[in-house]
């Protein structure tokens, strides 16, 4: 039985993790971690999702619960994320990483634990959008540069970065098939006389409100027509049961860092 250790337990995403690894066979709850100062440190991780004792109490320290035996599923914060990298450099286990936000320095600092940690890090766990990741670049190679190419993603008031790791993912996606470097080509806010568009650019647009799960939409538009790929998600359980299953996925893999269309077999 895979053990897996679920960080943020106390959060949205952390009760949905809970409950897929209680709803998936050959997995077993060993570890719920939370900050510390959460109100819930102490109690039966069955508690945080309405059911009965799991026998696991929840911690607000991950070194209690990490070992080699362990796979840890990680939709925190950079900062945390990268203190349980170190954690589990040490003390041995496995990461599945869904955290978001980071920056270009702390993204250096996660790939130098490459050949320390076996990882799955990816900004998005749903099998349909790593599909659609496909169609990305399918649709760039072929009408990308004839397009003006807008990302737009909307989510929950409650999310604190912008744009969303996945819009960042179907960017990079559109940009790597068209041969160019998201960072130059990419535009994230318009304010005032903005002038005519940039030949080339990809633009970024981002909505925040109410208990939007998730939603993306990348536009290309042309003169006379317009091709939109869109992928929205109902619920919190498709990015969760999305992370199990690559939890599952990278028990068998060496030490490395993977990616969601890795677990999935996805050739780009």
Same mark, same amino acid.
Do not use: C, N
């Given at each position: 039985m895979q053990k897996i250790v679920v960080t943020g337990a106390d959060g949205r995403m952390g009760r949905a993790l809970i409950e897929a690894v209680c709803a998936t066979d050959g997995v077993v709850l060993s570890g719920a971690v939370v900050r510390d100062d959460s109100g819930f440190i102490g109690i039966d991780a069955g508690e945080l999702i309405g059911r009965p004792k799991l026998d696991v109490i929840v911690t607000d320290e991950v070194r209690q619960v990490m070992n080699p035996e362990v796979t840890l599923i990680d939709f925190t914060a950079p900062e945390a994320t990268l203190n349980h990298l170190s954690v589990a450099k040490e003390l041995g286990g496995r990461l599945v990483i869904g955290t978001t936000g980071f920056s270009d320095e702390q993204l250096e600092t996660l790939r130098s634990y490459q050949n320390e940690v076996p990882m799955v890090f990816a900004g998005n766990y749903s099998v349909g959008v790593n599909l659609t990741l496909q169609l990305l670049r399918q649709a760039a190679k072929i009408i990308g540069e004839s397009s003006d190419i807008e990302v737009i993603e909307a989510h929950h008031r409650h999310k604190v970065d912008a744009p969303s790791g996945t819009a960042l993912m179907m960017g990079e996606a559109v940009a790597e098939a068209m041969d160019v470097n998201l960072k130059?080509?990419?535009?994230?806010?318009?304010?005032?006389?903005?002038?005519?568009?940039?030949?080339?650019?990809?633009?970024?647009?981002?909505?925040?409100?109410?208990?939007?799960?998730?939603?993306?939409?990348?536009?290309?538009?042309?003169?006379?027509?317009?091709?939109?790929?869109?992928?929205?998600?109902?619920?919190?359980?498709? &990015?969760?049961?999305?992370?199990?299953?690559?939890?599952?996925? +990278? +028990?068998?893999?060496?030490?490395?860092?993977?990616?969601?269309?890795?677990? +999935?077999? &996805?050739?780009?």
């Open positions: 130059d080509v990419g535009v994230f806010s318009r304010e005032g006389i903005t002038g005519a568009r940039e030949p080339g650019s990809i633009g970024f647009s981002t909505i925040r409100g109410g208990d939007i799960v998730g939603e993306h939409t990348v536009m290309f538009a042309s003169e006379g027509e317009r091709v939109e790929i869109s992928h929205k998600a109902s619920s919190r359980q498709t &990015f969760a049961r999305g992370a199990v299953r690559a939890a599952r996925w +990278l +028990l068998s893999q060496p030490k490395g860092l993977y990616s969601m269309e890795d677990v +999935l077999g &996805f050739s780009r």
